[in-house]
């Protein structure tokens, strides 16, 4: 059970943000609920998951790097719910299950998960080798910027389902290790 009230019913501030996400999902998932509690939480969120949507890296990719973070973190909601959204975006669930733990059979995408987790284990302090090993795989700076956006974003919706203990309303997908994979 949720550690904070999911009732959006009476809400009037977040109302606008609401909107949009029943409109995209077509319902208003748990996490958003929860996030709801805090108006000026729910408009971040949602504007950051906007502002990354129309990035440079694409949907599929932006997924796939929330899938590896959600995995890192053991966090089951957003691992249902990217995976999910993945498989809307185009990826297979080969794809999808390789992402959780860094991994693709596209080399270039395989260096940017990597660099993704770097940034998850290391809180960030990655070393200047590691931002030159992406960069040797084709990505400029524009992508890794957009790279540790989309991993800010998803710790932050990690830490919310995590910590308030949202209840999963996606298909729940298994949390892997690197030595299961």
């Not at 995209?24 to 000026?40: I, Q």
């Not at 950051?48 to 973190?73: C, D, K, M, P, Y």
């Not at 990505?139 to 203990?165: C, P, Q, R, S």
């Amino acid at each position: 059970m949720s550690h904070v009230p999911l009732d959006t019913t009476d809400r009037t501030e977040g109302a606008t943000e609401l909107a949009q996400i029943r409109e995209a999902f077509g319902t208003e998932p748990a996490m958003f609920r929860a996030v709801a509690n805090s108006p000026a939480a729910l408009r971040s969120m949602w504007g950051s998951f906007g502002a990354l949507g129309s990035g440079t890296l694409g949907a599929a990719l932006g997924e796939q790097i929330a899938v590896a973070v959600a995995n890192r973190n053991s966090c089951d909601y957003c691992l249902a719910a990217h995976t999910a959204l993945g498989r809307k975006a185009g990826l297979s669930a080969e794809q999808l299950t390789a992402a959780q733990v860094g991994e693709s059979a596209d080399e270039r995408v395989a260096a940017l998960l990597r660099f993704a987790l770097a940034l998850v284990d290391r809180r960030g302090a990655v070393s200047a080798g590691e931002i030159q090993e992406v960069r040797a795989h084709g990505w400029g700076d524009e992508e890794i910027v957009e790279t540790i956006a989309h991993v800010a974003l998803n710790i932050f919706t990690n830490y919310v389902n995590i910590a308030l203990d949202v209840p999963v309303d996606f298909a729940p997908v298994r949390v892997r290790t690197a030595a299961a994979a």
